[in-house]
């Protein structure tokens, strides 16, 4: 009945590029006014460089801790930007019946995701900003515009890896759950992958396990743009996570059309 009153001939790509916009700005908005996800994403990330980032900003034998942080800390919050708003924030919606009321409506899912996944992308560029500006200013990093540019742009594409997975958490977590879910896998695989601290002074069978963790190969691809990232090539990293985001997809999309069975 919705889509009766729609006549034919908007249902064109400008049509349906208005519709994807005004549904991002939307859940930006939300996601903005909601204290406790866009201070925690845009805080985190901020308190920790300012005190590790700042505070032992002394540089070892070919590394520079400051510089280092920048970029593993904006992998750090972007990954928590994904998990929060895809898996904390869809769970939230299925489970108050949010989900069931979009899916309803005559907006197409992918409006739907592709907001939520764009809004997680502007919350990584503003991490990166963030981090660039305390880096420049407190950390005494030097950053060209070229770099900046570089770690921008695969942050915002790391990202979609780990809003997939978001997708599948929140198909089997409960609203309640999701918080304490999502900082149990995510914690733990950033310390394993050399966001806190360099892989190199992490135990010797943590350093085995990392290469097999997600969370590795997007650090990996942000410390290469300041010369850090370990041997192995930039296209093995990137398969990898693409590799990542079909098995999550998959996985989601076979439980969720489970789900819809039953129903």
């Known amino acids: 009945m919705a889509t009766a009153a729609i006549h034919p001939l908007t249902l064109s790509a400008p049509y ?20 406790m996800y866009s201070l925690a994403t845009l805080g985190f990330p901020i308190m920790f460089y300012l005190l590790f980032g700042v505070s ?10 400051a510089q280092y942080l920048v970029a593993s800390y904006s992998c750090f919050g972007m990954i928590a930007a994904a998990l929060f708003n895809l898996g904390a924030g869809v769970a939230t919606e299925r489970a108050y019946g949010w989900l069931e009321l ?5 907006m197409p899912r992918l409006a739907y995701l592709g907001a ?18 305390l880096g420049v200013t407190l950390g005494g990093v030097h950053i060209t515009l070229s770099q900046i540019t570089h770690l921008t742009a695969i942050i915002v594409a790391g990202s979609i890896p780990f809003a997939c997975l978001g997708m599948l958490l929140s198909l089997l977590m409960s609203p309640s ?24 002074v992490l135990p010797h069978f943590l350093q085995k396990i990392a290469p097999l963790l997600p969370t590795y190969h997007y650090a990996q691809l942000a410390l290469n743009v300041f010369g850090y990232a370990r041997s192995g090539a930039t296209l093995n990293h990137w398969e990898a996570l693409v ?11 076979l439980i969720f059309t489970r789900s819809e069975a039953k129903a």
């Open 56 to 65: 032992f900003r002394h540089s070892g034998p070919g590394l520079n801790y």
């Open 102 to 106: 979009k899916q309803a409506s005559p």
């Open 16 to 35: 349906y590029l208005n519709l994807f916009l005004k549904e991002i700005k939307y859940e930006f908005l939300k996601a903005l006014r909601n204290r």
């Open 116 to 133: 939520k996944i764009v809004t997680c992308m502007l919350f990584g560029v503003a991490i990166v900003a963030s981090l660039t500006l």
């Open 243 to 253: 590799g990542f985001s079909f098995l999550m997809l998959g996985l989601a999309w």
């Open 177 to 200: 759950a999701a918080p304490g879910v999502i900082n149990l896998i995510y914690l733990p695989l950033s310390f394993c992958s050399g966001l806190w601290m360099p892989i190199e």
